[in-house]
């Protein structure tokens, strides 16, 4: 499933649960303003108070009954809407129970109720209570958390978990979901300054959870470029984003900076095929092409047909699944070489634990023949730190002379897919999309079937082909598969073929401010119903 449809999917799932949970909760508030304030003063003053055994021992057994029915709804055989129906009953449930208490009571602090009956009290508010006691809490959890009686890093989390369900930002990247067996974290305001945010808030670098989450679930992590579903109404939306805003807590990370204003051309690589002969097309001009930005179209200012150049980077997964097959890689090596146009420029990176640049681009066939004998197989499997290499040390610059390609041999497993193997890449796979994304590159995996008949390995070879075909997908290039590494050679004669039907289009976007934004794009061929253009799905407007 493409990547664009896959987060759709998963956002549109997010976006129903709680319009759903929205319509069945009408506007009905549990407290007052004059009841929040005197929680606020409560919780402020720090006066002594007595342990309250008996409100902790309700809250621990409501944690408890919480538990049991979100595990049997998260089980994996209870269909979605079952799932929601047992989620929505317990919230109508726990939601007037946590109410009461927060009447009778206010908020359950660690003076009044122990720490376990604190954290239960904070794990029913975050799990099983609706979304608009949750917003009517924040001032609440602002106070509990000045007076250290909640934890900044869950107070973060929460945050985001309500900022999420009413379609606004998240601020702390905290939010994921799992779709197609996949991590999609959700889109984070201000991205730049979230680190900034996340230290304030006592969180380690985005980057540094990634990797946790990536090595914990054996799972790459990719992030949402695209805009998240408004579920509630518009005022709603407005009051998530100042009630959750942070600043009462000391938030002092800026926003952005102020956005430029300049005109860029932007430039796309796209590819022509034919649904019935089954091939790609050479023979079309610039007025048969449209160009979408956003839903408004472009002018293209820019076209070149398939003879302009490429910069070619062979890039080859020499780990140790391919040990005894080095002299097929070499002689398809050299194939791909011989079958490449004479005025593109190639280079050859191997790599397994770390890449190894065999040779740097050239158009000299002679010294790029001659280094193939250079080529060894070893080690582990760090697939994404090689593709990340390859792309900002080998690669050379955009130009419009010259288009850029990656064709990237590789069963695609890289070592933290595995639980059996070492530690894996340095680079989170969420990073090296954005890599891809930003690079222009064509990125053309060639998967590479090494997985045999292990039942253990399935489903990280499943995972392994996902992440090479949204590379793929998110560069605008193709995938390709070979059976086997003797396929290889048919296979590179097919992509070098392939390469030399791509078109160069390019034009000056009306949307000219350069805010970092992301660009949704679409390629139309109007007077061509039987013509599926590919191209990358859009670009970060930096």
């Not at 930005?293 to 080859?316: C, H, M, N, S, W």
């Not at 590494?485 to 401010?513: A, C, F, W």
């Amino acid at each position: 499933m493409p990547l664009n449809k896959i987060i759709a999917a998963g956002l549109v799932v997010v976006a129903a649960i709680f319009v759903c949970q929205m319509r069945a909760e009408g506007q009905e508030k549990c407290l007052s303003p004059d009841d929040t304030q005197n929680i606020i003063t409560k919780i402020s003053s720090q006066q002594t108070v007595t342990l309250n055994k008996k409100l902790a021992a309700e809250l621990l057994k409501l944690r408890a009954q919480t538990q049991k029915v979100l595990q049997g709804a998260l089980a994996d055989n209870v269909k979605e809407d079952e799932r929601k129906k047992r989620i929505a009953a317990l919230k109508e449930k726990t939601t007037p129970e946590l109410c009461g208490i927060l009447k009778q009571y206010g908020w359950p602090t660690t003076q009044l109720v122990g720490a376990e009956g604190a954290a239960a009290a904070f794990y029913l508010l975050r799990n099983s209570v609706t979304f608009s006691l949750q917003l009517e809490m924040m001032p609440i959890m602002a106070a509990a958390v000045k007076n250290n009686d909640i934890g900044r890093p869950d107070f973060a989390a929460l945050v985001d978990r309500i900022r999420v369900a009413a379609g606004v930002k998240q601020l702390f990247g905290t939010q994921a979901i799992v779709n197609n067996g996949l991590f999609i974290l959700l889109p984070i305001e201000a991205e730049a300054q979230v680190d900034a945010r996340r230290e304030q808030f006592g969180l380690p670098p985005l980057a540094t959870q990634l990797h946790s989450m990536e090595e914990t679930y054996h799972r790459p992590v990719l992030k949402a470029p695209i805009a998240m579903v408004n579920a509630y109404s518009d005022s709603v939306k407005r009051e998530v984003e100042t009630s959750t805003a942070g600043r009462a807590l000391g938030l002092t990370a800026e926003d952005d900076e102020v956005v430029r204003v300049e005109t860029n051309l932007a430039n796309l690589n796209v590819s022509v095929y034919d649904s019935k002969s089954r091939s790609y097309l050479t023979t079309l001009a610039q007025s048969d092409f449209q160009v979408f930005e956003d839903g408004r179209e472009q002018t293209i200012t820019f076209f070149a047909k398939t003879d302009v150049p490429f910069d070619l980077v062979l890039l080859i997964d020499v780990s140790s699944s391919t040990r005894d097959k080095v002299g097929l890689i070499r002689k398809s090596t050299r194939r791909f070489i011989e079958a490449a146009r004479p005025a593109d420029r190639l280079a050859v990176v191997t790599f397994s634990s770390i890449p190894n640049v065999i040779s740097s681009l050239t158009e000299n066939r002679a010294p790029l023949l001659e280094s193939i004998k250079n080529i060894e197989s070893e080690g582990g499997s760090n697939v994404w730190d090689a593709l990340s290499f390859t792309l900002s040390k080998v690669l050379g610059p955009k130009t419009l002379e010259r288009r850029r390609a990656v064709v990237f041999m590789t069963d695609g497993v890289d070592n933290k897919l595995s639980a059996f193997a070492g530690p894996g890449s340095e680079i989170t796979f969420a990073d090296l999309l954005e890599t891809v994304r930003r690079s222009e590159a064509l990125i053309i995996p060639i998967y590479l079937d090494t997985e045999g008949n292990n039942p253990l390995a399935r489903r990280e070879y499943e995972t392994a082909r996902r992440t090479l075909a949204l590379l793929a997908e998110e560069s605008g290039g193709v995938y390709y598969k070979a059976k086997k590494i003797e396929d290889l050679e048919g296979v590179y004669e097919q992509v070098i073929d392939d390469l030399g039907k791509v078109y160069s289009l390019g034009y000056r976007p009306t949307n000219e401010k350069r805010d970092g934004s992301w660009r949704t794009l679409k390629i139309q061929i109007p007077n061509h119903p039987d013509l599926v253009p590919r191209s990358r799905p859009g670009y970060y407007a930096n």
